[in-house]
């Protein structure tokens, strides 16, 4: 009888990581769940990188050092830049169900960073319930532009972004703006 391999569960997946003062990028195993399952997993409060460069944010294109790991708190991170949608996780898990979806431009606003793009929610945009409904407290952005407030150089673009939700300022619709 053949021998058969145990389906794999993780594999490892390049992202961005942002805290107030940090760049960080490496790489990151994640689980069936997708990078919003483990950022989201509540029993543990801390996630390890390999092969991670570090940059301090005011000097975004100077390398300060370069890591085999390194441990990243969980609550001090404020967005998570995928290469690819798909790696946000399961959609019934991004979008907190299998309900109809949504697409709401926002702008998203913290102390450092500014982020442009779609969030995907089901049902009408309600700033209070997208801030406390749930234990998640990364919610998806997808199609998004992150700037740091203060260094404009420090632009990226990326199809999703998974912001922390108990670091932003402020949600507001684009299309909501006053021209």
């Known amino acids: 009888m053949p021998k058969t391999e145990p389906p794999v569960t993780h594999r490892l997946i390049s992202v961005d990581f942002l805290t107030t003062s940090y760049r960080v990028v490496g790489k990151v195993m994640i689980p069936h769940s997708g990078v919003i399952g483990m950022l ?3 029993t543990t409060s801390f996630l390890e990188v390999i092969d991670a460069k570090l940059a301090r944010v005011h000097m975004p294109t100077k390398l300060i050092g370069e890591y085999k790991v390194i441990d990243l708190v969980k609550s001090n991170i404020f967005a998570a830049c ?6 946000v996780g399961p959609q019934a898990l991004a979008r907190g169900g299998y309900q109809n979806v949504v697409k709401y431009p926002l702008r998203v606003t913290a102390q450092v960073y500014e982020l442009e793009g779609t969030l995907e929610w089901t049902g009408r945009f309600d700033f209070a ?8 407290d ?6 998004t532009t992150l700037t740091a407030i203060l ?7 990326s199809p999703a972004v998974l912001f922390n939700r108990h670091q932003i300022d402020l949600l507001a619709l684009i299309a909501d703006k006053q021209t």
Do not use: A, H, K
């Open 138 to 143: 990364f919610v998806p952005l997808y199609e």
């Open 151 to 157: 260094i404009p150089s420090l632009r990226i673009e």
């Open 82 to 87: 995928l290469i690819r949608r798909e790696d």
């Open 129 to 136: 319930t997208i801030m406390v409904e749930g234990i998640r």
């Open 40 to 42: 989201n997993d509540t």
